[in-house]
């Protein structure tokens, strides 16, 4: 059945006012965003197989074109559409670590990770650079893929740190795997880098291993002592 033949108090767009956003399922959000069905589906049906097939808001939503061209009603428009909501959620909650200490709001953190780097696909390395204040600065990528050297790419962070005037730093990449263990090699690079940053007198806050789901922390682990 169209939306538009639905009662008022069930069409997505108008339960979002009445109701606010929060009481809409995954499908109605998306639907207000589709806007449209395909012959034979309305938005909310169309939305409810796309979750079915790709198994997830967070991963139609991080969908690459070629993924969602499969399915009809799905073109380079609801791509571009995907793409901008996600930076939008970006650049606020990197507002929001402006306008507010880190250590004091690590799910903002968290939150902020995951929509950056959580969704990759290849394992990719970021660089929160704080002020004495332990506001953001600035993020940056530091690598895509594996990283062959680590000596070349510690210097590179700490390069950057100068360059950004950072009194404190927190690190973070991702497993494109799904697991948020920490590998050896996860933890002799912290300590490398700790290490390092420390003669330049700038502190390793702490460290983020960040997957789709999970985010972990190496302080609340216990892996990172300041």
């Known amino acids: 059945m169209n939306i538009k033949k639905w009662h008022e ?112 696909r290849v394992e990719v390395s970021v660089a929160l650079f704080l002020n004495q204040q332990n506001q953001l600065i600035a993020c940056e990528e530091l690598a895509r893929g594996t990283v062959a050297e680590h000596t070349v790419y510690i210097r590179e962070v700490a390069k950057l740190a100068l360059q950004h005037h950072a009194s404190a730093i927190i690190f973070a990449h991702n497993h494109p795997a799904g697991s948020a263990q920490a590998s050896h090699e996860d933890r002799l690079f912290t300590n490398r880098l700790r290490a390092a940053l420390v003669l330049l007198d700038i502190v390793l806050l702490d460290h983020f291993i960040v997957t789709a789901e999970q985010v972990v922390s190496f302080v609340e682990q216990g892996w990172l002592k300041n």
Do not use: C, W
């Open 9 to 120: 108090t069930e069409r997505p767009r108008e339960k979002l006012l009445e109701r606010g956003v929060s009481n809409l399922s995954d499908a109605e959000l998306l639907a207000i965003l589709l806007r449209t069905g395909t012959k034979g589906s309305n938005a909310v049906d169309l939305a409810r197989h796309l979750l079915a097939e790709f198994g997830g808001l967070g991963k139609l939503m991080n969908a690459s074109h070629t993924e969602l061209s499969r399915y009809k009603g799905m073109g380079l428009a609801a791509y571009a559409q995907f793409a901008a909501v996600l930076e939008v959620g970006r650049r606020v909650l990197g507002e929001e670590l402006r306008r507010q200490p880190l250590f004091h709001s690590t799910q903002a953190v968290a939150d902020y990770l995951r929509l950056r780097i959580g969704h990759e």
